[in-house]
């Protein structure tokens, strides 16, 4: 999916965005294969190849061992958020960047399994997506949320499922996990051990993406199954009783089949570099406020923080720069009816811009909807979208909207991606020589220790294999 963010915009968003109201509507009307499609395509694309027969396997072994109460279907989504669910219909996701964060093919058996288990027991269905709203529609407390403007700059196909499950279900889905893994001949143990990564993993997610606040742009599979330590100690009590039938690859087995696999951003869908987005197949970059969060969408990249939320997206350009605006502004609103105020012509960066702003009322309060439209070719034009309490304008997002730029040449070369790198630990190697190895400007130490489910007091020792997190060769 080379040019993420322009694919599948020529019909307005507000026709093709799933609202939290027509969630329930969506799961039933949609046909078991069109969901899949949509989820595939929302999530990044699937990931064939080695490491989705590899999901597939492991999958179809657990699907066996339910007894037939769990669909056959497991994808490998191409996403940089570490996640898995669900959906009604018994297909199972995982994405690439959750099975960066596993050490085995046990760890990466118990997620699977705990999955199958919520399958299982039918906890996905009859969802609603409004728990997710509560944890992505970010800031503007008491404003945003139950907005249908704000539903719209952030909704996305398939996180209707991205919810927390109550304690009893993730404890009853643990306990089916387990068992469907040890069955398999997967060390039961291995549960306990991904849980804490991941609980790991997300205490630091917020200070690795240099956010300020409380929320994250997505939910991780953390945010939905929340790990606690009393989880952690059930699922080992689980572990101590659950009979294993047979063994598992060892774990050097998994971290060979994972080397050279993306981690974090697929350059080709657009990459996160601390507060800038670059994109460099549609050459462009834009940076967003301190401490705001980005998420990179099929459709569209949104931007959220505690003083509003923005949307930069596209759609069909003929040369006509205020019919595209208009056309922005209906995708957002549908059939609502708002006061735009005059177009205002500008230049931002060479490039010829126009914006427009109307004060909007929604369900709960009254928000400033702003609306920049950017030509940045004769036939490809983009826009961002805003909303902030009502009387800020723009607020925090004026100087991002000047800062949407076309990538160089030299820039463009720059962007690699960054991949999964094995290595086997050395006489003289130490964390921080490790450490200092990974493809980031900060954190480095605790990324390596989060990668490797190393604890705070544990360390390598030679000829152990470990992950390294570095920029392709």
Partial sequence: MPKRITRALTAPLAAIICYASAAPAFAQNQSAAQEHAQIVQEFGGEVTGPLGQMVDRIGARISATSGGRVNPDFTLLNSPVANAFATPNGRVYVTRQLLGLMNSEDELAFVLGHEAGHVAARHSRGRQNTGLLTQILAGLAGVVTGSNIASQLVGAVGQQYLLSYSRNQELESDRLGISYMAANGYNPYAGAEILETLGEYSQNLRRFSGRTDEQRSAPT?????????????????????????????????????????????????????????????????????????????????????????????????????????????????????????????????????????????????????????????????????????????????????????????????????????????GRNDTLQSLASRMAYSNYQLERFRVLNGLGPNETVTPGQQVKLVVYAR
Avoid: C, K
Wanted: overall charge positive; proline content about 6%.
């Fill in 221 to 425: 599979w953390n945010s939905t199954h929340p790990t606690t330590p009393q989880r952690v100690a059930q699922v080992r009590q689980l572990a101590q009783s659950a009979r294993r039938v047979g063994n598992a690859p060892p774990p050097a087995t998994y971290l060979a089949a994972i080397e050279n696999m993306t981690f974090d951003d697929d350059p080709r869908q657009g990459v996160i570099e601390g507060n800038q987005f670059l994109h460099p197949d549609l050459r462009l970059a834009f940076t967003v406020p301190q401490g705001y969060g980005i998420q990179n969408g099929t459709r569209s990249v949104t931007v959220s923080g505690n003083g509003g939320q923005a949307m930069f997206s596209t759609g069909a350009y003929n040369g006509n720069l205020q019919a595209f605006l208009g056309q922005a502004a209906q995708s957002i609103l549908g059939q609502s009816q708002a006061s735009f105020t005059q177009p205002q012509s500008f230049t931002v960066n060479g490039m010829r811009a126009l914006g427009t702003s109307s004060r909007v009322r929604t369900q709960n309060s009254t928000v400033d909807l702003s609306i920049v439209a950017y030509e940045f070719s004769p036939n490809q034009a983009y826009y961002f979208a805003t909303i902030t309490p009502a009387g800020r304008g723009l607020g925090p997002f004026s100087a991002m909207i000047n800062s949407v730029r076309r990538l160089s040449a030299q820039e463009v070369a720059a962007v690699r991606p960054r991949v999964i790198d094995v290595v086997t630990v």
